[in-house]
């Protein structure tokens, strides 16, 4: 980060040049001849302008400051530490300078000096750096939300070498680096789901499915069947929807859709953190078994993918990006219902062997989930209450 001067007059030397001034006037004007040792306390305040004019233009001249490490990650409730380091590239000190510094209320710096209305953290620091030299500061934080912070401005008070006031520096730019919070795995509200996870109440891995390398005929199309598996040269030839027949296999694999609106509203749910959590959690345990999972939320996004969508992968680097994604995801943005997210999931993935869906049920819903589970695939749907199976009679009663 680099810094320019913002200079301020000091109103302490003001007065005392504007009282040097009146003197010499009267001098020159009544003859009056001014004491030896008050000409030397002008020379003195005349020399000491000069040289703090100078100071001012050269010490903060080559002065930057580096944020290290570069990305941070923290899950909810952990406390981290930021590092500045400032360089001082030029042949004059910095001596007792202040530092203060804002960040984004993602996280919260020890002994905060924001106001509770402001979204920011602030705090203020001292520090000392002498010629081409460097000083390193450490700024403990909490991890307070789940997202993503980064500090947004630092200014920095410099005291003129020789009195009268200070330099002030602002930020020209944005510093290069991000602090990640992921969800709370741990919540206290996460236990019931680690007893069922653990149980192994959500692994079942009987159900048959197909083989997309593994093509053995063809059959006239179904209205289950997904688009992807349509034939469509024999289609063409004979003049009917026909769909690839495949071989059986008990290949595992969780798909969790992410409904980022309430039930008749764009707002995000209420309880999406919680969910996130929970989230979190799961993504943890299933990775444990090296289970492949995809993650998919009805957030509009300007790429091939058409949602925001986290490609299927397994371990432990699978599990830090999802992790991620559930630190960046902002829950006040463009989305689509969630029926009409779920018909696009249909048509244009592969049919997964478990569905994990977050929010509220109605009956638009329910149809589209209906074909999953005429395909086999078993559903949960995951609230503040835990993760539970989702049955067709279930569906039946959110038709009505």
Do not use: C
């Amino acid at each position: 980060m680099k810094y320019r001067i913002v200079h301020t007059e000091s109103k302490i030397e003001t007065l005392l040049f504007f009282i040097i001034a009146v003197m010499i006037i009267f001098n020159l004007l009544f003859t009056v001849d001014l004491n030896g040792w008050l000409e030397l306390i002008i020379g003195i305040i005349i020399a000491m302008t000069i040289l703090n004019l100078i100071y001012e233009r050269y010490a903060a001249a080559h002065l930057t400051v580096e944020v290290s490490p570069e990305q941070i990650r923290k899950y909810k409730g952990q406390d981290g530490t930021v590092k500045l380091k400032v360089i001082q590239k030029g042949w004059l000190p910095i001596l007792s300078a202040r530092i203060h510094i804002s960040a984004g209320d993602d996280i919260k710096f020890h002994n905060d000096q924001a106001l509770k209305i402001r979204n920011v953290t602030e705090n203020t620091f001292l520090f000392t750096v002498f010629p081409r030299k460097s000083a390193l500061i450490e700024i403990p934080f909490e991890a307070k939300n789940r997202g993503t912070s980064k500090i947004t401005n630092t200014k920095i008070n410099i005291p003129r070498l020789f009195g009268f006031g200070e330099i002030k520096l602002e930020q020209i730019g944005h510093s290069n680096h991000e602090i990640l919070i992921y969800p709370d795995r741990y919540a206290l509200h996460n236990q019931p789901l680690k007893a069922k996870i653990e149980q192994g109440l959500y692994m079942e891995k009987n159900t048959l499915f197909h083989d997309p390398l593994l093509s053995s005929g063809s059959r006239p199309y179904e209205r289950t069947d997904s688009l992807r598996d349509v034939h469509w040269k024999l289609s063409a030839r004979s003049g009917e929807l026909m769909t690839k027949e495949y071989e059986k296999t008990t290949h595992m694999s969780w798909l969790f859709l992410i409904n980022l609106r309430s039930e008749k509203s764009f707002a995000p749910p209420n309880n999406i953190e919680t969910i996130f959590e929970k989230l979190a959690y799961i993504f943890g345990e299933i990775t444990k078994k090296n289970i492949p999972f995809k993650l998919m939320a009805n957030m509009r996004t300007f790429d091939q993918n058409h949602f925001y969508t986290i490609p299927e992968s397994s371990g432990k680097s699978h599990y830090k990006t999802t992790l991620e994604a559930l630190a960046r995801i902002k829950t006040v943005t463009y989305t689509i219902s969630f029926d009409r997210f779920l018909k696009f999931v249909q048509q244009t993935e592969k049919t997964p062997t478990h569905i994990i869906f977050t929010g509220q049920m109605d009956a638009l819903m329910a149809r589209e989930l209906r074909m999953y589970i005429d395909r086999g695939t078993v559903i949960y749907q995951l609230n503040e209450h835990g993760l539970e199976p989702f049955k067709l009679s279930a569906l039946k009663e959110a038709e009505r």
